[in-house]
């Protein structure tokens, strides 16, 4: 084969990967996002919830978008714009038209990010979303009108529930291919068995029928949710010799060891690809425990997450990992390097002051209105806080207004720049407070909003303040 027909047939292979990846689309209006950022993140893992933004794009003017992305299988996806959220299902291959509306005005802000409900149009009857729905709100109606406090230990119940399922079954009988559906229907009728009835099955039988033989579906929400509850606080309720020997397994950093006390537990006996996953949990309840040493919990999880037989399972252990590091009261916080004109910035160039670090669009007009919020804070408390925003660098922003409209630091980071990732950034305002020694005082920390307790931001730094006051210059930890 001469080097031409070697190129020739390496294009060709590259054209027909490409001919071959079907890719998913959503598309619609958001007429109040108009030259917003809208985002695409799906969920990693249903221990940790982490999510992983696979596609984004910018609403236009005429308030259309489009996102297109390649999904390797049926995911719950969540769309994202400013601090609202949405969501959704999807299937490979299909295209999705929907409204993302806005924030109804009578619901209170939320930090953390408000729900909307996406409106679809021309959604197909065979459609994943469809499907999901019309089963829910068949469900809920048989519990709102049969599962009452009378009816619940009665007979009456009992029947009417063996009722609901024969129609389940034979309403869907002719739907036995879409595989994400089928689960969904089954584990959402499952936890009806978890509600308290005469008859209800006991936890063996309930095992025998839901779990056993079925094979696990990581991304399937509604199977994983039940798995996640039936298992929750496994080890108090196991025998106190498996306990033990779970015990000494974490002090021996042994995931084998572990896995092997969990193989003599009935519902876990059968696979072991279901009891590694099960120890993952388990290993995450326990990090919290007193009884339980925090660093050897760490090393199995760095050992599960490198080799571990299944993939799915070392992606889950990376992220449990990840999630018991991450940003919390005492805890170091992620260096970081951001460019204010020509000067670098890093975690230590603020070691003289307390760090409010804060994450803001200046396209919302919600984060903005918290910045003017933020202004009289700042003016009482600069002395000692060190205020320092920092946005995702976009062509519509203004740097020099924003600059001269508020008084901190403003610093525009790119998309990619891994202070987003390092410090879990997912909504927006999103503050943080460090102290002199690089270490978290509080993540999320509160912002000039009231929240639930009617506390805003203020007041940690009066009492921080106050203490550096009575302490002389507050040089001691």
Not at 151 to 180: G, Q
Not at 357 to 362: S, T
Not at 440 to 449: D, E, N, T
């Amino acid at each position: 084969m001469n080097r031409y027909t070697l190129i020739l047939f390496f294009v060709f292979i590259l054209f027909s990967r490409v001919q071959g990846q079907s890719l998913t689309e959503i598309s619609g209006f958001a007429p109040a996002y108009a030259g917003k950022e809208i985002e695409v993140y799906q969920i990693s893992d249903y221990i940790t919830l982490r999510e992983e933004r696979i596609a984004s794009s910018t609403v236009r003017e005429d308030s259309t978008f489009s996102l297109v992305f390649n999904l390797d299988e049926t995911r719950k996806l969540i769309l994202k714009s400013g601090n609202n959220k949405a969501n959704m299902f999807a299937s490979p291959s299909a295209k999705y038209e929907v409204l993302f509306p806005e924030k109804s005005k009578y619901d209170p802000y939320n930090p953390s990010g408000n729900f909307v409900e996406l409106i679809f149009y021309g959604l197909s009857k065979d459609d994943i979303n469809y499907k999901i729905l019309e089963f829910n709100r068949w469900n809920d109606e048989f519990v709102t009108r049969y599962y009452t406090k009378n009816n619940a230990d009665s007979k009456y119940f009992v029947a009417r529930l063996d009722t609901f399922k024969m129609d389940v079954e034979k309403y869907y009988k002719a739907d036995t291919l879409d595989r994400y559906f089928n689960y969904h229907r089954k584990y959402t009728i499952a936890k009806l068995d978890d509600l308290r009835f005469m008859g209800a099955r006991n936890q063996y039988e309930k095992f025998d029928f839901y779990i056993h033989n079925t094979p696990i579906y990581y991304q399937n929400e509604a199977y994983m949710q039940y798995i996640l509850h039936f298992y929750e606080k496994l080890l108090p309720r196991i025998s106190s010799e498996l306990n033990n020997q779970v015990y000494l397994g974490i002090l021996k950093s042994s995931p084998t060891a572990i896995a092997k006390a969990l193989s003599r537990e009935y519902t876990l006996s059968k696979q072991y690809k279901l009891r590694e996953l099960i120890m993952l949990k388990t290993l995450a309840e326990c990090y919290y425990e007193k009884d339980y040493p925090q660093t050897n919990i760490l090393t199995i999880l760095d050992s599960v997450s490198k080799g571990a037989i299944y993939p799915e399972n070392q992606v889950i252990a990376q992220n449990i990992r990840f999630r018991l590091t991450e940003l919390s009261s005492g805890s170091k916080a992620p260096d970081f390097l951001l460019k204010d004109g020509n000067q670098d910035l890093t975690l230590q160039s603020f070691q003289k002051k307390y760090l409010y670090l804060f994450f803001a669009d200046p396209n919302s007009m919600d984060n903005m209105k918290q910045m003017n919020l933020l202004k009289p804070i700042y003016e009482r408390y600069k002395d000692n806080f060190s205020f320092v925003m920092v946005y995702k660098d976009k062509p519509e922003i203004d740097a020099s207004k924003l600059k001269n409209e508020l008084p901190w630091k403003v610093i525009p980071a790119k998309e990619s720049s891994s202070i987003f990732k390092n410090y879990n950034v997912v909504n927006y305002p999103y503050y943080i407070l460090i102290d002199p020694f690089g270490y978290v005082i509080s993540a999320p920390a509160l912002g000039p909003v009231p929240n639930g307790s009617y506390d805003t931001i203020d007041k940690t730094f009066f009492l921080i303040q106050k203490a550096l006051k009575e302490g002389g210059n507050g040089s001691d930890r």
